[in-house]
């Protein structure tokens, strides 16, 4: 294991019936006015809003607030956001939704705090020195923006998503009621459970030696999450199966599996992230797309990792190194079919003279990855096995 300093501020508070605390939290932070920040509405369908807003009266926090973030939050909903935030001179900010929610919420934060332009963080032109409060009522767990410091957000002029992370961005409280996601649509569910999938895979494919206890922790999340997602899909209100989900895509991604570690390889996400910005698929549907087509392009770099993802994941024991790593790729793919997600670039509309500028808007980071560093020509052959 490589050293590490590991501190995570975020106060979680999980289970049924727990919404009704925030007023009370935030109250104790100090905060009497927030800005409130949601997406397209489901909020107000499912009673969340309504749980919410009568907690915050009930403890004297004033609210004023922004709607519509869409999922791939879109840097212009930011800059609203911030101006509304500063006008109304409010003291904390409190998200209510997803990871498009939170992480729109982390930008005004250091937005409020900066008279520049808050996509200089983005660029890491510079990094963000302090940030105004942040409070959450997670409605859909997939990302674990809700316990970590990363945000993701789209400029849309620039056709760039990318993203920033600074420890000023963590949320002081997040609330996670898993029984309020039983009302996502089917192909939501299955998104959430190939995010969570996927972050344990950036970590657990970076190449570290000697980090049994880690491997065993992300074989353990996919295993559970591969479990439960499969429950939810016949039964979306089993509530044991959403706080099990719910609490395997926080532990994905709030650094307490990153430890220890060279820092993840990403490469895939970044890929995906430019399927998202240029055909605006969702962030989930995009991984069961990239993830396969980079383990196909990767798994010789480190053939012993590989092997052991397909004996531990898939029970698959039969066969040479190399085999039991291709099964498993393909294993992999079924799993994700299985969840109706695409598994391909074709299956949403992609066309095979449009791989160069998917290249090219993935490229602009480059080198991508840990494992094996990708250039240009190396996400343009991962692209083309993505294809078909
Ligand atoms: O907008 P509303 O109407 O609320 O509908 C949302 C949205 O359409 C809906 N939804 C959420 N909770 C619901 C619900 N529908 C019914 N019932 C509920 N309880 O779900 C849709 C998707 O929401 P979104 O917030 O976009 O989903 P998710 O949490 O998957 O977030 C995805 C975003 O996070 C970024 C992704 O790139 C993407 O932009 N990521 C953020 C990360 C981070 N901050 O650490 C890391 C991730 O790898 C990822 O890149
Ligand atoms: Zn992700």
């Given at each position: 294991m490589k050293n590490f300093v590991y501190q995570n501020p975020t106060k979680i508070i999980f289970g049924e019936g727990t919404i009704n605390q925030i007023g009370k939290e935030i109250k104790n932070h100090g905060v009497n006015k927030v800005l409130i920040i949601y997406g397209g509405g489901s909020i107000l369908k499912n009673g969340v809003y309504e749980e919410v807003t009568k907690s915050l009266k009930e403890h004297d926090v004033d609210y004023v607030e922004v709607s519509g973030?869409?999922?791939?939050?879109?840097l212009s909903k930011v800059q609203e956001a911030i101006n509304k935030a500063k006008e109304e001179k409010v003291e904390g900010l409190l998200a209510i939704g997803g990871g498009s929610v939170y992480d729109t919420t982390k930008a005004v934060s250091i937005g409020c705090h900066y008279e520049g332009n808050v996509w200089d963080f983005y660029e890491r032109k510079l990094k963000p020195k302090s940030a105004m409060p942040i409070f959450g009522v997670l409605t859909?767990?997939?990302?674990a923006s809700e316990m970590n410091m990363g945000s993701v957000i789209t400029n849309e002029d620039e056709d760039k998503k990318w993203s920033c992370g600074s420890p000023v961005m963590y949320p002081k409280v997040s609330i996670i009621?898993?029984?309020?996601?039983?009302?996502?649509?089917p192909n939501q569910t299955a998104n959430t459970a190939i995010d969570t999938m996927a972050h344990v895979f950036e970590l657990y494919f970076d190449g570290t030696e000697d980090v049994d206890v880690l491997m065993e922790y992300s074989e353990g999340i996919i295993r559970t999450t591969m479990k439960h997602v499969k429950v939810l899909l016949e039964d979306p209100t089993n509530y044991q199966s959403r706080a099990q989900l719910a609490w395997c895509a926080t532990l994905g991604l709030n650094g307490s599996n990153g430890v220890g570690r060279s820092g993840g390889d990403w490469a895939s996400h970044n890929i995906e992230h430019s399927l998202s910005v240029l055909y605006g698929v969702s962030h989930g549907a995009g991984l069961a797309i990239v993830f396969p087509a980079w383990m196909k392009y990767v798994y010789k770099e480190n053939i012993d990792m590989f092997e052991r993802f397909a004996e531990q994941i898939f029970n698959i024991t039969e066969g040479t190194k190399e085999e039991k790593a291709l099964k498993a790729i393909e294993e992999l793919k079924i799993f994700f079919k299985s969840l109706?997600?695409?598994?391909?670039?074709k299956e949403i509309g992609?066309?095979?003279?449009?791989l160069d500028e998917i290249a090219d808007n993935a490229a602009m980071q480059a080198p991508l990855g840990t494992l094996k560093k990708l250039e240009r020509e190396d996400i343009l052959e991962i692209l083309k096995i993505a294809y078909k």
């Open positions: 973030v869409q999922p791939n939050p879109v859909i767990s997939a990302t009621d898993p029984k309020v996601q039983a009302t996502l649509p109706n997600a695409p598994v391909t670039l992609v066309k095979p003279e449009e």
